[in-house]
């Protein structure tokens, strides 16, 4: 056999070989992610619950093109204090106003890629009140 013919046929039988492995890798994530359209039904109770909190809140939204979601809402408080229900009250004036997380699973994808990568992102989904902390100072 020619050492020529010898090259042809190695380097033909590598790139074969390469290929129905890049193919079989690609085929392992050719799958069809389902997602619901459907939203769910809120009450009237929890309508607008961001603006009638003592801890209240807007919104902002984020877009990844790439990502599933494609858009995170994320609560952003109104203000470090509380507001009181009662302008009477004093004891609104000892709480703080802090986000509640919550750990949010998204696919991400690289461009150009037909594969998504699963993570946790922890984003701000409501305000609420809490104490603050006083710390009182060492006697020494």
């Not at 056999?1 to 590598?14: G, L, R």
Request: net charge positive.
């Amino acid at each position: 056999i020619n050492i020529k013919h010898f090259n042809i046929v190695f380097c033909s039988a590598m790139w074969l070989t390469s290929s129905t492995e890049e193919q079989a890798l690609s085929s392992a994530c050719d799958s069809t992610l389902m997602f619901s359209s459907e939203t769910p039904v809120l009450s009237d109770s929890s309508l607008n619950i961001n603006r009638r909190s003592l801890s209240p809140w807007s919104w902002s939204s984020t877009m990844v093109r790439n990502r599933i979601p494609s858009t995170l809402w994320k609560a952003e408080c109104s203000s470090n204090y509380c507001g009181s229900p009662n302008p009477d009250q004093t004891n609104y004036y000892n709480l703080e106003s802090k986000p509640i997380y919550q750990n949010i699973l998204v696919l991400n994808r690289k461009e150009g890629e037909r594969c998504y990568t699963a993570s946790f992102q922890s984003i701000p989904v409501g305000c609420t009140c809490i104490r603050l902390l006083f710390r009182s100072k060492e006697i020494k």
